[in-house]
């Protein structure tokens, strides 16, 4: 088979010149490279492996960038990509972070949208397909969905919506039976029915809905997704295209162990092991969690742990999830309904324990506020990743959750700021049955503090003093904390006594507290979230009238994008020796 030379490849036009044979060598030199680099920059895996042939018969057969394509989540772009005039991002190291692993306009104009969360491709298609229409053009859209992302509630609106437009729209859905984890949800079993019978079974929910319907067996296979392609470009109806694709493909590690390789760190290609062995010592808050909710869950039958179809970021592996059993509930990728059935379970008595990606939840805002808060449920949510040491892709950001969650009424929000109250809190909460609760796991990997001061009700707000001085109060929240216990050594060593605050919870003010620091001179709060609408903000509001000085360090209500996380420290100001110069600052 004739060598591709990938650095050839600028825009679509140069695959549009090649005859299958060609384009085959081009699918196994590109899932060559691709392999080549997740192995040591790491990335998602099995997404990109298991789309190669599609992407590449989507942009053969279609004009693009004229025809407008959609990816959904757009983890599995890297292919598109590579074909539309970014390829040296994949081919020389030296370019490796020229960019994102999502879709971004900014990089190029076959970007529609800047896309790192799921479900949403088909609604967005159907608002583009809306506007050719309107403007009276003809160029084919295309939305491109799959790993999971049909569970999503939006998918399913987008779905319902675009089987009304009567004109061309064209809904790809890549099947490779898998989400993040395993699939979850009525909907799959549709799915595999359809795979059973060669696309040829009944109920069909898509034709159900009022779409044509068309198979490809073969999803991986570049001459059956040609001609399927070619059969449907320029249809002058809507139409779901099911193709039934490989996640990992190409890798034999990843095709074996889908869940691992849904996204990867650096691996040795051959064995699929990880070139950075963490430490024995080290261990995150997801394992902290995951071992604490088994404990709970033996200990008493009505604890039930909610993922929506994020069970990895809980721990909870699929060893931990058969151990589980019928407490671990997956209601697969939909925030939503994995908060309202959290609410109904506790309604029905349980005591449900949901856990989430800080930037997914904000997908659940009205079910928090109404379904939650509103009607008084006893649910706890614990939020992962909710830190500027968190995720930093500009679709993932996790520091907006404290001025999302915190100024909802009747919801506690807790931030503990070591594993030791992380626990105790996840303790009261499913002892308790009258409060909803968030507890945001602290940034980075797990803490440890013996000496914390441990409550055996946090359903009111109660600081902790952890040391007293005068002049000063510096009160560090959830994370944060450690940089303000550290920049209170550096002040104590200039001869500056200072009280040190774990304020624990962030949606109730301590007013008790609060009223004694009226005579400060000086109150410095920190917290890696936003500052508008955050707590340091509930800090200055209340102390407002009163003669004491109040500086309010944290993030900007900005969509940072892939930054360094010591860089936005000390662009911030939260590093320990900037809050202690902050302090003294405005002493004097």
């Known amino acids: 088979m004739e060598k591709i030379k990938l650095s050839e490849i600028r825009t679509p036009a140069d695959i549009r010149k090649m005859d299958l044979s060609q384009l085959k060598a081009l699918a196994s030199e590109m899932r060559g490279a691709l392999i080549d680099k997740l192995s040591v920059h790491g990335g998602h895996v099995g997404p990109n492996l298991g789309m190669v042939e599609a992407v590449i018969a989507l942009h053969y057969v279609f004009d693009t960038p004229e025809d407008k394509i959609v990816f959904d989540v757009s983890h599995q772009t890297y292919p598109h990509k590579m074909l539309t005039g970014r390829m040296q991002a994949f081919t020389d190291a030296a370019h490796y972070d020229d960019v994102t692993g999502y879709t971004n306009p900014s990089e190029s104009d076959y970007d529609l949208f800047s896309l790192g969360h799921t479900s949403s491709a088909v609604a967005l298609a159907a608002g583009i397909a809306k506007a050719r229409d309107l403007k009276g053009d003809k160029e084919n859209v295309v939305a491109v969905i799959g790993d999971g992302s049909l569970s999503g509630g939006v998918a399913f609106e987008g779905l319902d919506y675009g089987a009304t437009l009567g004109s061309n729209f064209i809904v790809v859905v890549n099947d490779n039976q898998m989400s993040i984890a395993e699939n979850h949800g ?29 198979y490809v067996r073969y999803g991986n296979d570049l001459k ?94 699929k ?29 029905g008595g349980m005591r449900p324990v949901a856990g989430f990606v800080s930037s997914f939840l904000q997908r659940a805002y009205d079910q928090f506020s109404q379904d939650i808060a509103l009607n008084r449920q006893a649910a706890t949510f614990v939020v992962f990743y909710g830190s500027m040491f968190g995720m930093n892709d500009e679709t993932h950001l996790g ?65 902790d003093i952890v040391r007293k001085g005068s002049d000063i109060a510096l009160i ?55 500052i508008d609408g955050g707590f340091g903000q509930k800090v200055a509001s209340y102390l407002g009238e009163a003669p004491v000085k109040v500086i309010n360090l944290g993030l900007p209500k900005k969509f940072e994008n892939r930054y360094s996380y010591s860089a936005l420290q000390k662009e911030c100001g939260l590093t320990p020796e900037q809050i202690a110069s902050a302090a003294l600052s405005a002493l004097k």
């Not at 696309?199 to 779409?211: A, D, H, I, Q, V």
């Not at 407490?327 to 994995?338: M, S, T």
């Not at 503990?416 to 602290?442: G, H, I, Y």
Request: aromatic share 8%.
């Open 186 to 214: 009525g909907i799959y079993a549709d799915l595999r029915l359809l795979r059973n019978t060669n696309g040829e079974g009944e109920p069909n929910l898509f034709r159900s809905m009022g779409y044509a319907y068309r």
């Open 476 to 530: 560090g929240a959830g994370t944060m904390f450690t940089y303000t216990s550290l920049a209170a050594d550096i002040l104590a060593e200039k001869g500056v006594n200072v009280t040190l605050i774990n304020p624990r919870n962030l949606s109730q003010p301590d007013t008790e507290t609060l009223d004694k620091l009226k005579g400060y001179k000086v109150v410095v709060t920190a917290e890696d979230g936003i």
């Open 319 to 347: 060893e931990r999830r058969t151990e589980a059993g019928k407490q671990f509930v997956d209601v697969g990728i939909a925030e939503q309904a994995a908060v309202d059935v959290a609410s109904g379970l506790a309604k």
């Open 399 to 463: 520091f907006f959750d404290i001025a999302l969650l915190s100024n909802i009424p009747g919801l506690i929000f807790l931030a503990p700021t070591c594993r030791e109250e992380f626990e105790a809190m996840l303790d009261w909460s499913v002892r308790q049955n009258e409060k909803a609760v968030v507890v945001r796991a602290p940034g980075g990997m797990a803490v440890s503090d013996k000496a914390v001061r441990i409550l055996d009700d946090y359903s009111r707000a109660e600081y």
């Open 224 to 317: 059956s997704l040609i001609e399927m392609f070619r059969s449907v470009k320029d249809i002058t109806y809507p139409v779901v295209v099911h193709i039934n694709t490989e996640k990992g493909m190409g890798l034999k590690p990843a095709e074996e162990h889908k869940e691992e390789f849904h996204y990867s760190g650096p691996f040795d290609p051959k064995t699929g092991a990880p070139l950075q062995e963490e430490s024995s010592e080290a261990e995150d808050y997801s394992e902290v969690f995951a071992r604490k909710m088994l404990v709970l869950m033996k200990e008493n039958q009505k604890v039930v742990t909610i993922t929506a179809g994020t069970p990895g970021v809980l721990g909870f592996d």
